[in-house]
């Protein structure tokens, strides 16, 4: 059993260690062992009890949802400023303030977060929030993609075959749209399957073959960039 203190040891029990386990189904155990993790101040316990009650699905826990999201980020995790960001852009519990998911995204995407690197790009490329700036906004999309993000391989697709911050290239649209769509991406594998391309592009017989990127566990995303 892990020591009291050892709030790290918590969480690798609930979430890995035999017998109490959220693989093994024993919910409830797990999200105690969380709780007494994020009791001693560990952030991410903190933001994955706020997970396990999201995943619950129950409009009355919104408010402890977002409460947990709160804290956790205010502690420095990127997960939970990342996922409280997402509600702010989406109006999901919270009021929409665009400028506060823009600053939290920030934040998260300064820690390494791919997906939130990506959503900095989003609401700079739409203005949400923060000036619109194409260029600056592609420069975060760049940066997400090469660390796997097939959202922002996508949004690139879309920058380099409009045009926007960038010449017009699609070719180098295509490339990334056949990034995207080799990872799963079922936009990109449907514009990639309707380009005179499309058999350049080697393609897994189905998505499920296809090497998924590991998302980050929120209840929502940022809306696809344009």
């Not at 105690?32 to 009890?49: I, N, P, V, Y």
């Not at 977002?66 to 989406?90: H, P």
């Not at 998911?101 to 995407?109: G, M, Q, T």
Request: net charge positive; proline share 5%.
């Amino acid at each position: 059993m892990p020591r009291p203190g050892r709030r790290c040891c918590w969480r690798r029990w609930a979430w890995g260690w035999p017998g109490l386990s959220l693989r093994d189904g024993r919910r409830d155990e797990a999200s105690a062992w969380l709780e007494k993790a994020a009791a001693q101040g560990d952030a991410e316990s903190t933001f994955e009890r706020a997970m396990l009650l999201a995943a619950d699905g129950r409009e009355s826990d919104v408010p402890q949802v977002v409460e947990l999201l709160a804290r956790a980020s205010a502690q420095g995790s990127a997960r939970a400023q990342y996922a409280l960001g997402v509600r702010y852009l989406n109006a999901d519990g919270v009021r929409r303030d665009s400028a506060q998911a823009a600053d939290l995204f920030r934040r998260a995407a300064a820690a390494g977060l791919p997906d939130a690197q990506y959503a900095v790009g989003h609401v700079i490329a739409d203005g949400l929030g923060t000036a619109a700036d194409d260029a600056l906004a592609l420069r975060w999309f760049e940066l997400a993609a090469n660390q796997g993000s097939v959202q922002a391989m996508h949004a690139l697709g879309n920058a380099h075959a409009n045009g926007w911050g960038t010449g017009r290239s699609l070719d180098m649209a295509y490339r990334w749209y056949c990034r995207a769509a080799q990872r799963g991406h079922d936009p990109s594998r449907q514009l990639v399957r309707g380009s005179s391309h499309g058999a350049d592009c080697a393609l897994p017989a189905s998505p499920a073959g296809a090497q998924a990127t590991k998302p980050v566990a929120t209840t929502t995303q940022p809306p696809p960039a344009r």
